[in-house]
């Protein structure tokens, strides 16, 4: 999988891209990754890559021209194009106004061959970059960053993880927040064991803990020691559902409940009233 990067501050790639997951990835070949300097598309002696708007405003635009020479340097067509084709590559341009990033669309950007990313900058990018070009425009959050590099590198590292061969243990990103499906819980097949680890299915994840079994005076659950895996489960769905009505109560209306997880949110949201 490629990922390429049009940016007018090249040189920022050269940290966050470089450690963790996103290194060890490349290095194995699982993923490529380009930067690409907008002011090297430019034909000016300043290398201009931006202008005021039409009708006035304050600020200033990144103009489209650069742009577009970038990405038809790079064999990429207009959008139009590429829907005829059928082609496996996506252009995302990184925007304030764009739909909010998360793991689903992380999810289906790990279908392509090629992610195109667009930072913006100043103001804004010129429309005709997002009417002809970009796929979609895409936030990382409901927030105002200067540009859209330190977005493309969120974007970079939350599809890489998901790679396969990406993470030392696969199950591992099952098991985070977010993540859309349960591994095991009510099909479970009759006989076998209960496992202590279950999918998020799009809640928060459960608390976790490690050695040593008290700290400070305060103590590891008793639950996570007793060695009852079904008990284990239980818990920590319990955490998870509880966690996520008291932070990210919205993630509930999309989020894969059983009705063992129904029985639990119930008895939470009694447990809040009685308070």
């Given at each position: 999988?490629?990922?390429?990067?049009?940016?007018?501050?090249?040189?920022?790639?050269?940290?966050?891209?470089?450690?963790?997951?996103?290194?060890?990835?490349?290095?194995?070949?699982?993923?490529?990754?380009?930067?690409?300097?907008?002011?090297?598309?430019?034909?000016?002696?300043?290398?201009?890559?931006?202008?005021?708007?039409?009708?006035?405003?304050?600020?200033?635009?990144?103009?489209?021209?650069?742009?577009?020479?970038?990405?038809?340097?790079?064999?990429?067509?207009?959008?139009?194009?590429?829907?005829?084709?059928?082609?496996?590559?996506?252009?995302?341009?990184l925007s304030p106004q764009g739909v909010l990033f998360n793991q689903a669309v992380?999810?289906?950007?790990?279908?392509?061959?090629?992610?195109?990313?667009?930072?913006?900058?100043?103001?804004?990018?010129?429309?005709?970059?997002?009417?002809?070009?970009?796929?979609?425009?895409?936030?990382?959050?409901?927030?105002?960053?200067?540009?859209?590099?330190?977005?493309?590198?969120?974007?970079?590292?939350?599809?890489?993880?998901?790679?396969?061969?990406?993470?030392?243990?696969?199950?591992?990103?099952?098991?985070?927040?977010?993540?859309?499906?349960?591994?095991?819980?009510?099909?479970?097949?009759?006989?076998?064991?209960?496992?202590?680890?279950?999918?998020?299915?799009?809640?928060?994840?459960?608390?976790?803990?490690?050695?040593?079994?008290?700290?400070?005076?305060?103590?590891?659950?008793?639950?996570?020691?007793?060695?009852?895996?079904?008990?284990?489960?239980?818990?920590?769905?319990?955490?998870?559902?509880?966690?996520?009505?008291?932070?990210?109560?919205?993630?509930?209306?999309?989020?894969?409940?059983?009705?063992?997880?129904?029985?639990?949110?119930?008895?939470?949201?009694?447990?809040?009233?009685?308070?």
């Amino acid at each position: 999988m490629k990922f390429e990067i049009l940016t007018i501050f090249p040189d920022f790639f050269r940290g966050p891209l470089d450690y963790g997951i996103v290194r060890k990835a490349r290095e194995a070949g699982l993923i490529e990754l380009g930067i690409y300097d907008l002011r090297a598309f430019t034909h000016d002696r300043h290398h201009t890559v931006d202008d005021r708007p039409f009708g006035g405003g304050e600020g200033m635009v990144l103009k489209p021209e650069p742009i577009f020479e970038c990405l038809e340097a790079l064999g990429i067509s207009s959008r139009e194009e590429r829907k005829r084709e059928g082609a496996r590559e996506t252009v995302v341009l990184l925007s304030p106004q764009g739909v909010l990033f998360n793991q689903a669309v992380a999810k289906d950007f790990t279908g392509r061959e090629r992610v195109v990313l667009i930072c913006g900058r100043y103001e804004g990018v010129d429309e005709r970059v997002s009417e002809y070009l970009a796929d979609r425009e895409i936030s990382v959050g409901d927030f105002v960053l200067s540009g859209g590099e330190l977005g493309a590198a969120i974007i970079v590292d939350t599809v890489t993880r998901l790679l396969p061969g990406a993470l030392g243990n696969a199950a591992s990103a099952q098991q985070e927040s977010f993540t859309g499906s349960v591994v095991e819980r009510e099909d479970r097949a009759p006989g076998e064991p209960p496992s202590s680890t279950c999918g998020s299915g799009g809640l928060l994840d459960y608390p976790h803990y490690t050695r040593p079994a008290e700290f400070r005076g305060m103590p590891v659950p008793e639950v996570l020691a007793n060695g009852n895996h079904d008990e284990i489960r239980k818990w920590r769905r319990r955490c998870a559902l509880q966690k996520t009505l008291r932070n990210r109560p919205d993630l509930l209306r999309d989020a894969e409940l059983s009705g063992e997880d129904r029985k639990l949110l119930a008895e939470i949201e009694m447990e809040q009233v009685s308070r």
